[in-house]
């Protein structure tokens, strides 16, 4: 039967030849002894032998494969993927592993899931990507070689960050398990962290998920706890650092109006900034300091600074020459600020300055109701006085008159005024030899160096 076969083919193809000529009759021949039908992939292909063979020959069908299969080709080409790294795929013929002519749903493939070893197709199954069903990653209709290793192709639709950190999600995420994020380098980006910054967790800064085009101020994720109220403006690190917002404070006050020096360097901001408004800050000490020593003796508003400063302020200075009109010299300089000012003209710095306005009178109004003191005494010491009778009583005191007392001129009767009468009759009355018979000029005769010696030309 098989020779009979045989022969009527023979006997068919010269008839053929005789008739079509020798390519067409190739053709005619190789239709006639097609094994079966084409796998329904190659169906359209179904009576054109010549794309997949050579008449009569075998030895050119994988090139004419890779004629059409020509991403296979590159594959071996680059030595990439299943075709080019696998050995038998390199040397053999495609028909060894492929054979066709089985039928249109015939698996011409012959792919072993459970014993496929996915490190030949570029693309390694680690972890959790081991336990996946192929199916998962393959879509029916597309073919193994076109599915795309990117992690966001086939996990898009659970991606967190919606696209916004793009398609590398293995620059943060490994197959072991999508919730064990690799430590990210922010240091790569435009703000690198550090300080505090390196504690906080991802979502309190980029809320939302959005990781791209963030502002980088600080008040941007700070303006809600910001003290000041954005009355200082958006440069918070002009005064602030990341590693303590609370204690590490870079402000140079000495650049404001109000230097700090003394004990105000070290005083804490709060204590003289009560509220959050550090703009237009009183300059003034009383506005921070109660006057809790003078009480209101030195006027309504102290001026704290003419007298203390900031290093100690019970160590104060007071020019009483230059701040008053009322130099302190001699004893003066060794008194106590009370022993003139009293709590009762405390109020009020406008003091008299007489003498007699601090000083009892010791003479008991003896030198007139309202002695000059200052015409005899001086701030050195009070009992070193000074009197010229000459210059200010008009009575120049010479010869013995010069050793005499005051009060051998001057008694209780007669020191209330200082009119004394000059004449000599009015004190030498008493002891007039004369008895006022030469009358009451007794200078026309006598004189103040010797009442003794005598000139009577006159």
């Not at 021949?29 to 010549?50: A, M, R, T, Y």
């Amino acid at each position: 039967m098989q020779r009979w076969r045989r022969g009527a083919v023979v006997i068919v193809g010269f008839l053929l030849l005789a008739t079509f000529g020798y390519t067409q009759a190739q053709r005619l021949i190789e239709k006639l002894v097609i094994p079966g039908p084409l796998v329904g992939g190659h169906s359209k292909f179904e009576g054109q032998c010549e794309k997949c063979h050579e008449p009569f020959s075998q030895t050119t069908q994988s090139r004419l494969c890779l004629d059409c299969h020509k991403e296979i080709a590159a594959d071996r080409q680059a030595h990439t993927r299943f075709h080019g790294r696998q050995t038998d795929a390199l040397n053999r013929e495609c028909r060894a592993c492929h054979t066709e002519h089985k039928g249109r749903n015939a698996d011409i493939m012959q792919l072993d899931r459970e014993r496929f070893d996915h490190d030949l197709a570029s693309y390694r199954l680690v972890d959790a990507h081991r336990t996946v069903e192929c199916n998962s990653c393959h879509a029916s209709q597309t073919p193994f070689h076109k599915t795309s290793s990117l992690c966001v192709d086939c996990h898009r639709k659970v991606d967190a960050h919606k696209g916004r950190l793009g398609d590398r999600c293995d620059n943060c995420h490994s197959p072991t398990s999508w919730r064990n994020v690799k430590a990210f380098d922010h240091g790569k980006t435009k703000f690198p962290l550090h300080g505090a910054h390196k504690d906080v967790a991802c979502a309190i800064c980029h809320i939302g998920e959005i990781y791209k085009d963030l502002a980088q101020t600080c008040v941007s994720c700070h303006r809600l706890q910001d003290p000041h109220a954005g009355q200082l403006g958006d440069r918070c690190e002009q005064c602030h650092d990341d590693v303590d917002w609370r204690k590490n404070i870079n402000f140079d006050h000495n650049r404001t109006r109000f230097q700090l020096i003394g004990q105000h360097a070290s005083v804490a901001c709060e204590d003289c900034h009560g509220s959050p408004s550090y703009k237009d800050a009183p300059l003034a000490c009383e506005k921070c300091h109660r006057d809790s020593y003078h009480l209101g003796r030195l006027g309504v508003i102290a001026r704290c600074g003419s007298c203390h400063n900031p290093f100690a302020w019970n160590k104060w200075k007071f020019d009483h020459a230059r701040q008053t009109s009322y130099p302190l010299t001699g004893a003066h300089q060794r008194l106590k600020c009370e022993s003139c000012h009293s709590t009762k003209n405390a109020a009020t710095l406008k003091l008299p300055v007489t003498c007699e306005s601090c000083h009892k009178d010791d003479h008991q109004g003896h030198l007139g109701a309202q002695p000059k003191c200052a015409s005899c005494h001086d701030t050195s010491a009070w009992s070193h006085w000074r009197f010229d009778h000459g210059r200010q009583a008009g009575y120049p005191l010479i010869g013995a008159h010069a050793r005499l007392k005051c009060e051998s001129c001057h008694s209780e009767k007669n020191a209330a005024s200082l009119k004394i009468p000059s004449d000599c009759a009015s004190c030498h009355r008493k002891d007039d030899p004369h008895v006022g018979s030469f009358g009451r000029s007794c200078e026309r005769c006598h004189n103040p160096v010797s009442w003794r010696k005598v000139d009577i030309r006159n």
